[in-house]
């Protein structure tokens, strides 16, 4: 691999990108790589497609959802109204509770989408799902230390 060199950075870009590495658990040399990574893969043009070309990839990615379970998302906004409705007020434990369900939903969607997507395009689903995964984990595992360090109340 080559090495780059990066001269006269100045202190504070430096020390924002320092931060911004430890926020998601990176050496400053990993997350330079990684926003070096993403900046060339959204510079790179996306590529076009017609509209039959469009339409045989939508029904190609019908087919791979096929019998699989898709929850309507009025359905969970009910569920979640209907959870703050038994009582006037919703514990903390409780809303952090909801937003972890939430949460793993989206993980189970997009790891739904590393499966369907990322072996026949790995550049796009890169663009679309990388870092929201990374950000997704890391927010379930501090809730989840949130919900350990809460005591419910009542």
Not at 62 to 90: F, I, N, P, Y
Not at 104 to 119: C, G, N, S, Y
């Amino acid at each position: 691999m080559a090495e780059l060199v990066i001269k006269d950075v100045d202190d504070t870009t430096l020390a924002q990108l320092a931060k911004q590495a430890e926020a998601y658990g990176r050496s400053l040399q990993d997350e330079l790589k990684f926003i070096l990574r993403h900046a060339a893969i959204y510079a790179a043009p996306l590529p076009t497609v017609s509209m039959n070309e469009a339409r045989k990839m939508a029904d190609e990615t019908r087919a791979k959802l096929a019998g699989r379970h898709h929850t309507d998302s009025v359905e969970l906004l009910r569920e979640d109204r209907s959870r703050g409705s038994s009582s006037a007020w919703m514990t903390e434990v409780d809303r952090l509770q909801i937003t972890l369900e939430q949460m793993d939903r989206l993980l189970d969607a997009l790891e739904d989408l590393k499966q369907t997507i990322l072996p026949t395009d790995p550049t796009h689903f890169a663009a679309m799902a990388e870092r929201p995964l990374e950000d997704l984990g890391r927010l379930k595992s501090e809730i989840r230390e949130c919900l350990r360090e809460l005591k419910p109340v009542g």
